[in-house]
T-cell receptor
Framework: DVKVTQSSRYLVKRTGEKVFLECVQD?????MFWYRQDPGLGLRLIYF???????EKGDIPEGYSVSREKKERFSLILESASTNQTSMYLC????????????FGPGTRLTVT | KQEVTQIPAALSVPEGENLVLNCSFT??????LQWFRQDPGKGLTSLLL?????REQTSGRLNASLDKSSGRSTLYIAASQPGDSATYLC?????????FGTGTLLAVQP
């Protein structure tokens, strides 16, 4: 079975802090994704990576950056956390190409106070 | 730009009933359509993936269909159980990236 894990289930940070969210997949998938999920807005893509050190902006990249130094690990970075970044963050992975299923991690509920 | 809509937003049914969840999309160039289940506060669990060359997929009590010409997909759940209570999301895309609907919250009453 594909397994996607995220470093924390719950996280509370203060405004202005630098925040790292980590995602690891164990199925040698080329593609990895970061989404945020908010009530009434659904899932929105923040960033996408299709290979090591390769990244592409999604629909809402402002205020975020990403890092993919190894194939299995994709990190989301909030350089200076703000209260409007309080959300559920979901990581996903898939094989390369457009025909493949996306598999999701358990999510990280981030609260910025 | 692809838009995905799910109707109804919420649905409550008695246990044992067969039900259909609907998903509409605006761009017929969609390449695949994926259905997910999400329990409260949890991540998404993939249920079924239908590729554009397919018309339906089945897994246990679940059957999903895809009609690209009409821009619609349906998820059929047979003999619903209280354990099926969750939010069901559909997502489609023409590339690696998926566009998600906002989901249908299903409650199956015992």
């Amino acid at each position: 079975d594909v397994k996607v894990t995220q470093s924390s289930r719950y996280l509370v940070k203060r405004t202005g802090e630098k925040v790292f969210l980590e995602c690891v997949q164990d199925m040698d998938h080329e593609n990895m994704f970061w989404y945020r999920q908010d009530p009434g807005l659904g899932l929105r893509l923040i960033y996408f990576s299709y290979d090591v050190k390769m990244k592409e902006k999604g629909d809402i990249p402002e205020g975020y950056s990403v890092s993919r130094e190894k194939k299995e690990r994709f990190s989301l970075i909030l350089e200076s956390a703000s209260t409007n970044q309080t959300s559920m963050y979901l990581c996903a992975s898939s094989l390369q190409g457009r025909a493949h299923e996306q598999y999701f991690g358990p999510g990280t509920r981030l609260t910025v106070t | 730009k692809q838009e995905v809509t799910q109707i109804p937003a919420a649905l409550s049914v008695p246990e044992g009933e067969n039900l259909v969840l609907n998903c509409s999309f605006t761009d017929s160039a969609i390449y695949n359509l994926q259905w997910f289940r999400q329990d409260p506060g949890k991540g998404l669990t993939s249920l079924l993936l239908i590729q554009s060359s397919q018309r339906e997929q089945t897994s246990g009590r679940l059957n999903a269909s895809l009609d690209k010409s009409s821009g619609r997909s349906t998820l059929y759940i047979a003999a619903s159980q209280p354990g099926d209570s969750a939010t069901y999301l559909c997502a489609g895309g023409a590339t690696n990236k998926l566009i998600f609907g906002t989901g249908t919250l299903l409650a199956v009453q015992p």
